[in-house]
């Protein structure tokens, strides 16, 4: 099979890594607008044979299906407001997509209806997070009988955090994943929203010294794709960081800083989120030699043969000293790279737009498990049953 890549930052170099490995690829593309970049890759990479590498603007729509024409997958590793435009590009060159992030849902329709009528399948958010997290509570569902609630815990940090924020942009991009507002749980079988930076509860992992702390994050919703999450009484998802990241956060958006309201200074209009980040960025740039942590956990409770029962799911993972990959890069590239190969065996049949816990089940998702497991990321699975109910 052959596999494009779009995006030569942190994540796609991976992916195609990933792929030029496998002896079912026998081509990888990887597109990217800066040839710079590009040349660094093919450098770092040994220049392989099954590598190609093309200088494209996405937003170039001929040039972008030119390009792609004759692949069988293209895997998407792109900001999120960039990646739609792979995805028309994709569709109009008739080659499946994985994306590690999603369109937006609004956009969802017109995509699904376009992929279906060019019989082209798109697996949105098909990297760690989303993507990992939503299979693994979609496979403790399955296993369990009923479900009472799912909670997701999720986190890149780095090995040695400094200030002042004790925290770096081990995604890539331009911006801090800063988000004040409010964000979806399920409290009591209802939709609610809470302040996403107001938990800032404990949480630890196995491995890590220092203290973490957890805030709310959006609920995955498409776990509703999965028919026993219907009657959850109770759903989170939160995002681990250091202790104290929450109360720094705050402090910012409290001062304004995060604002996206434009304001007025010197007679020129500025957005003070805009400036902050311009000022931040530098300090919280994920460098050359620094080394990152991944933790995850999901757990699943509910009832198994008339008793009470938690599948819990977790992962504590490390930056790659041997192959030079963050940690970041692997779980989430990883994921996508062999979610790609199976889409290219064609082992995933339904068209459209379709997230990865409606088919990424059963035996495909423990052959992820094996294949992540092969790569070194380790998945430790525990069921606890209590009493009788």
Known sequence: MKIAVVGAGLMGPTIAMDSIKSDEVKEVLLIDIDNERLDKVRTKFGNPWKLKTVAQDITDRHGLVESLRGYDVVCIALLRWLNVEVMWGAIEAGVDVVDLSGPARKDWGNITKAAEKADVTIIPGCGLEPGLTEM?????????????????????????????LDYKIVFGGPYLPLRPGMVKVIKDGEVQEVKRYTLGDPVCFEGIDRALECFYDNFPETLYEVEKFKGVKRCTGKTVRY???????????????????????KGRKVVPFEIFSKIIHPKVLFEEGE???????????????????????????????????????????????????????????????????????????????????????????????????
């Open 243 to 265: 202790l104290g990241y929450c109360e720094k956060v705050r402090f910012l958006d409290e001062c304004g800083l995060l604002s996206m309201e434009p304001i007025e200074s």
């Open 291 to 389: 080394k990152d942590i991944t933790v995850l956990r999901v757990v699943v409770e509910g009832v198994k043969d008339g008793c009470e029962t938690f599948y819990t799911f977790e992962m504590v993972d490390f930056y790659d000293d041997d192959r030079g990959v963050t940690s970041m890069a692997k779980t989430t590239s990883y994921t996508a790279a062999i979610v790609a190969r199976m889409l290219g065996r064609g082992e995933i049949a339904e068209k459209g737009l379709v997230p990865p816990v409606r088919v990424v089940r059963g035996n495909l998702f423990r052959r992820l498990l094996r294949e992540l497991a092969e790569r070194g990321i380790y998945v430790i699975e525990t069921l606890t049953t209590k009493s009788s109910l």
């Open 136 to 164: 693994l509570a979609a496979y403790g569902m399955d296993i369990l009988d009923s479900i009472t609630a799912v909670d997701i815990w999720c986190g890149g940090i780095p090995l040695d955090p400094r200030p002042p």
